[in-house]
């Protein structure tokens, strides 16, 4: 992957369908001009739901006012990179299951810079509707070349124990996730930084 400052940045915030009902992206621009170019991309792909997960900031008064179609579901966390809870994924699996109660519905999932909040909640995500573990990392990996999916375990281990499933599996499919990262990494801390300096 290229990881050029003008690059990453352009897939920073970045339109990226990983699903026909999944798209994940970086949050929308603090410039309120281009945010509002970024919401009209996004209402004419169809989004119905937002799922913003970043602790940080919300955009749920923005997106009330310009674009009141769209459903904003806030369930901001930490990103400090060490784990996420089985709470944060099941407020998340739940806002998820909502959402496609219509099935014309079409989800953001985004935190910051679309490289690991979102996209583990969107793994998370794809692990709840049936997809297998490999299957949905390399969807999520291929639409978004960016994405570190850094919380992709965390993600496992909740959506196994939420669909109560054998938590003996556990240890072979965290097996199979560390072997997919060794095969498919990519130098997150440098993709941070390249976004952060051509910001």
């Given amino acids: 992957m290229d990881l050029s400052p003008k690059n990453v940045n352009n897939w920073h915030r970045q339109l990226c369908q990983v699903t026909p009902w999944l798209f994940i992206s970086g949050d929308l621009n603090g410039n309120r001009e281009l945010a509002l170019i970024q919401l009209t991309e996004w209402n004419d792909a169809g989004i119905t739901d937002i799922i913003d997960v970043r602790g940080e900031w919300s955009d749920e008064e923005f997106v009330a006012a310009h674009s009141p179609n769209i459903h904003y579901h806030y369930l901001g966390t930490h990103d400090d990179g060490i784990a996420q ?107 941070i930084r390249r976004i952060r300096s051509a910001s």
């Fill in 85 to 191: 809870d089985e709470a944060w994924f099941r407020a998340g699996i739940e806002a998820m299951e909502s959402a496609l109660s219509n099935p014309a519905a079409k989800l953001m999932v985004h935190c910051h810079m679309g490289i690991n909040r979102g996209p583990s909640m969107a793994f998370a995500m794809m692990l709840a509707q049936g997809f297998e573990t490999i299957e949905a990392l390399n969807a999520i990996r291929a639409a978004r070349p960016i994405a570190g999916i850094i919380y992709a375990q965390d993600a496992l281990r909740s959506i196994r124990a939420i669909k109560m499933l054998d938590p003996d599996q556990n240890d072979t499919e965290i097996s199979e996730v560390q072997s997919w990262f060794e095969t498919n990494y990519i130098d997150v801390g440098t993709i």
